[in-house]
Nanobody, 131 residues
Framework: QVPLVESGGGFVQAGGSLRLSCAAS?????????????IGWFRQAPGEEEREFVG?????????HYADSVQGRFKVSRDNTKNMAFLQMTNLKPEDTAVYYC??????????????????WGRGTLVTVSS
């Protein structure tokens, strides 16, 4: 069972918006609720081998960081009462086309985080932005 489940991906024209959601597939992750973890968002563009950092939000929801490429257009949020996290994407560009993944991690948090070492991953949701 994949620990996290992303939803909300789809096809959108350039300049449009999408909101991705992330939830735990079970009631807990390693015996703890999703609200216990820092949430990260990564993406992997078609043909790319590496997953790129997009944004992250602390377990409290008080602090977030973004990649320069999405700063001012994307916003990470969370609702700890519902054990869910979100990635609001606005002014989408064709170069935003990618599979988007959410992660949960109990330790790694900062202005940028690396894919390696994340505690839990989702299967990803595809976002396609047409020009």
């Amino acid at each position: 069972q994949v620990p996290l489940v992303e939803s909300g991906g789809g096809f959108v024209q350039a300049g449009g918006s999408l909101r991705l959601s992330c939830a735990a597939s079970g009631r807990t992750l390693g015996g703890r609720p999703l609200s216990y973890y820092h949430i990260g968002w990564f993406r992997q563009a078609p043909g790319e081998e590496e997953r790129e950092f997009v944004g992250t939000i602390s377990w409290t929801g008080n602090t977030s960081h973004y990649a320069d490429s999405v700063q001012g257009r994307f916003k990470v949020s969370r609702d700890n009462t519902k054990n869910m996290a979100f990635l609001q994407m606005t002014n989408l560009k064709p170069e935003d086309t990618a599979v988007y993944y959410c992660t949960a991690d109990s330790h790694h948090f900062g202005p940028t985080i690396a894919p390696a070492g994340m505690d839990y991953w989702g299967r990803g949701t595809l976002v396609t932005v047409s020009s």
